[in-house]
């Protein structure tokens, strides 16, 4: 069955535009996302890896069916190892706008205000209390009048191989670049470029990172033990 199709004002808040997010269609998907959080966020981590998947997907939307299960506990885990790992407790407004890539981390205590479209790229590393806002509301505040005035947005992406540190702020419309690292506790306000060290509050570029890995290429199995790759700063966690 097709998805019905996106209301107008609901087409505006995805492209970013302003848009009234106090409606009866979308307080009801702010409802759905809350209730399957509850349930994640007092479930994952006690359950089994499958249930925790399960519950994960409910959260975002996704209706992709899980693999058979086999008798053994140990190969069907095994079998969800490229799925997303969120630790709970987590936040979001939609969960919908939320694509995670294989093998992603996020720590504790995430917040996703998922007005716009995030994604995350394959084998990125979130530290704990890391939020994206994607939404934001307009500075004149005759125009943004509470509750009862328009908000607006920017999708925010950020690249394969990063690693963002505990307590970083991403902001709407903002790109964090392949293999980049984020400091702890930085407020990136500005895209960030690949193979680079960003930190601070508006983050700025401290240092671009040593890597062996191919800068041009995009693969989604690769030695993460190459020879010469830069060593972990415990500053960054």
Request: charged share 25%; net charge negative; with cysteine.
């Amino acid at each position: 069955m097709a998805a019905p199709p996106l209301s107008e004002n609901k087409q505006k808040m995805a492209r970013g535009e302003l848009y009234y997010a106090f409606t009866p269609e979308l307080l009801a998907e702010r409802a759905r996302c809350k209730a399957a959080l509850r349930t994640y966020n007092t479930d994952a981590g006690t359950v089994s890896r499958r249930e925790t998947v399960r519950l994960w997907r409910d959260v975002v939307g996704d209706s992709t069916p899980l693999p058979p299960e086999p008798s053994d506990a140990t190969a069907d885990e095994a079998q969800f190892d490229d799925d997303p790992l969120v630790e709970a407790p987590v936040y979001m407004d939609y969960g919908t706008q939320v694509k995670l890539g294989k093998g992603v981390y996020v720590n504790a205590y995430s917040t996703w205000i998922d007005t716009c479209t995030i994604t995350v790229g394959a084998r990125t590393l979130f530290g704990p209390h890391v939020s994206l806002f994607s939404g934001t509301h307009p500075l004149d505040p005759k125009i943004r009048n509470g509750t009862n005035g328009p908000e607006c947005g920017g999708e925010i992406h950020i690249g394969e191989d990063c690693w963002i540190g505990g307590k970083a702020t991403i902001l709407p419309g903002v790109t964090v670049g392949r293999g980049a690292t984020v400091g702890a506790g930085s407020v990136v306000t500005k895209n960030v470029p690949p193979f680079h060290v960003v930190a601070g509050n508006p983050a700025r570029v401290i240092r671009k990172i040593k890597t062996n890995m191919d800068p041009e290429q995009s693969v989604q199995e690769k030695d993460m033990d190459a020879q010469g790759a830069e060593k972990p700063m415990a500053a960054m966690s």
